[in-house]
T-cell receptor
């Protein structure tokens, strides 16, 4: 299957600072990527859809000024958590589909564990 | 409202004890039903896609089936390495979004 790489796998930051998470499609070009958030023992909650060359589409209740998404190329999307606070601590996961195969399955990155202290 | 519900929430099996996980879905026109495996601290790993009722797919000890209202993930003679959380997700027609269930945490004991 297609490979999606996410970096870093974990990060600890101080309250009030910003953190950037990268999501790369390694062997295909992804016009659309997705960002999810997952709390312990809960399912994945879609935060936003990242579109290459245009603004991201955020889900209801997700602050777009806090969670900045940039999709500047067909292989890279970034999520920046601005002015992070302890309640932003969570597991963030990105995913992408390979449009070239015609398949609909989404492939996921390894996830990023964010801890805000 | 589109919704995906998985049961049971947790399942403990003895090695070799076969069982099934359930995924009930309500979406406006199913485009695809997906099964993923997620290990602790990792992103979901793709297992299967099912597109229409009656479809079945197999991979090693796993078999996924689909009806018009639900999907089952059958695990035959599981091994401890099958222990993980199994996630089900549905995609409706006209959308790129996946709606995830809350998952079934499977533990297989030797």
């Amino acid at each position: 299957g297609a490979v999606v790489s996410q970096h870093p796998s974990w990060v600890i930051c101080k309250s009030g600072t910003s953190v950037k998470i990268e999501c790369r499609s390694l062997d295909f070009q992804a016009t659309t990527m997705f960002w999810y958030r997952q709390f312990p023992k809960q399912s994945l909650m879609l935060m936003a859809t990242s579109n290459e060359g245009s603004k991201a589409t955020y889900e209801q209740g997700v602050e777009k000024d806090k969670f900045l998404i940039n999709h500047a190329s067909l292989t890279l999307s970034t999520l920046t958590v601005t002015s992070a606070h302890p309640e932003d601590s969570s597991f963030y996961i990105c995913s992408a589909r390979d449009p070239g195969t015609g398949n609909t399955e989404a492939f996921f990155g390894q996830g990023t564990r964010l801890t805000v202290v | 409202e589109d919704q995906v519900t998985q049961s049971p929430e947790a399942l403990r099996l003895q090695e070799g004890e076969s069982s099934s996980l359930n995924c009930s879905y309500t979406v406006s026109g199913l485009r695809g039903l997906f099964w993923y495996r997620q290990d602790p601290g990792k992103g979901p790993e793709f297992l299967f896609t099912l597109y229409s009722a009656g479809e079945e797919k197999e991979k090693e000890r796993l078999k996924a089936t689909l009806t018009k209202k639900e999907s089952f993930l059958h695990i035959t003679a599981p091994k401890p390495e099958d222990s993980a959380t199994y996630l089900c997700a549905a995609q409706g027609v006209g959308t790129d979004k996946l709606i995830f269930g809350t998952g079934t945490r499977l533990q297989v004991f030797p």
